[in-house]
């Protein structure tokens, strides 16, 4: 009997400690026992990986030149001929220099911005490390993909050290419940293209841009009935929706509430805000259509003003220089007697590390892509702003290429006044996000009253997020 209650109790004791192990999760919030690191009580008295405040702290680096580790980057950016080229000279910049130093070697694998792949061999169980995450998607990521926050991966002083010089407005992007789950990279903001031909064709100064949406109008009106152009082309879906929450903002509304749980459109901000932009196309001096349509129509000189992403610069700089046009822009307009708010669209580096040797791996390609070099690659040849404005007064990284396009430093002037677009959460996140812009066509392209519209959006969409 004594002999039975010793093995008892050694048994229960094994359980103790067996369940005071913390597991990793997979993608369901599961939990999967297969992967198990120590507690924190355990890191705290056998490696030291964590002080006692809980912080992140490295004693020992575990990255080894003669055996290096891969680190799996997924990107959707990679994967297109517009800005793979780019891509291509982060990853041979690192794999030649920091990463054959340090051990460290990036691959990518090639996705689409929705995250499509990265999800698939998530759910797979295949190893995923970096992933660029649109800003939009980060709350479905979170949820879905099991991912790491950055405080609880990498140690807290690195980080200061690592992201210092980028605004603390940029930083926070990519925040969710307190927590840093992605840091921004590929970032562009609303921008007014200008064709200055267009404008002075009507009479117009094409040197004094409109500062406000009721002035574009009325310029808009001008220019139709002096040219025959268009005024405006602006898309009224703007793929997410991300610069209709830019102009909403500007007008003091919002979108989302910051927890990502709450709409917060239906108010007479809103509601003026859509009147306005709505006049454009009511009254035929600005027209919409998807992106690419958008884009289409102002390369090939139908409209005198464009609002889109910064992203799409050079590639309307080169259609201009072809056609002889002469371009110029500014930071998008904002509403009479308010100045714009932007907010941002592109990615930012989402991570998942399986362990402490495959963060140290891990963080070593953030470090770099993150860089002032990284940054100089990703202005100059990928087309997304930098995220160190002091960039562009450097004469070793960007003074060159901003005073040749003076459009860019413009809206880099504007990184410290950004704002958090809506991240969309829940499990039907997709769907919420999808009905949003849903709401935006039924307002934008209808002469319906457009309180009541939404009022609907508000109740649907609230109930989807519930």
Known sequence: MNRLRSVTLSIFMSLLLFTGCQTIKTDKGQENNSQQVTSQENQNSNDGNNNSNG??????????PQDPVTVKFYSYSAANPAYGTGFETLKNNFNEGIGKEKGVKVEYVMDDNNGTKVKADVKAGQEVDIIQGSFSNLGVYKEDLGLNSYEETFPKEEMEKAFKGIPEKVLKLGVLDDKTYSIPFTISTPMMYVNKDIVKKAGLDPEKPPKSFEEMYEMSKTI??????????FSETNSSGWITASVLKSNGADVLSEDGKTVLFNSPESEEAFSIWRKFYADKVGLGGSDAEVVQ?????????????TSVYESIK???????????????????????????????????????????AIWEVIKYYTSDEGFNTVTSEIGYLPLRP???????????????????????????????GPIWTGNRAAEAKQAY??????????????????EQYEKLINDMLK
């Open 390 to 420: 002091e960039l562009a007064n450097d004469e070793k990284y960007l003074k060159d290429y901003v005073e040749k396009n003076p459009m860019i430093k413009r809206n880099i002037e504007r990184l410290g006044d950004i704002e958090k």
């Open 297 to 309: 129509a102002f390369q090939t000189g139908e409209a005198a003003f464009m609002i889109n992403s």
């Open 55 to 64: 912080e992140v702290k490295w004693d020992k680096n575990l990255l080894d």
């Open 437 to 454: 812009i849903d709401m935006q066509t039924k307002i934008l392209t209808s002469q319906e009253d457009i309180n009541p519209i939404l």
């Open 318 to 360: 080169a259609s201009f220089e072809k056609a002889n046009m002469n371009l110029d822009g500014f930071p998008m307009p904002g509403f009479k007697g308010k100045d714009s708010i932007p907010t941002n669209s592109g990615a930012g580096l989402v991570i998942k590390a399986k362990d402490e040797k495959k963060a140290q």
């Open 224 to 233: 139709k009935e002096k040219t025959g152009k268009y005024g405006l082309a």
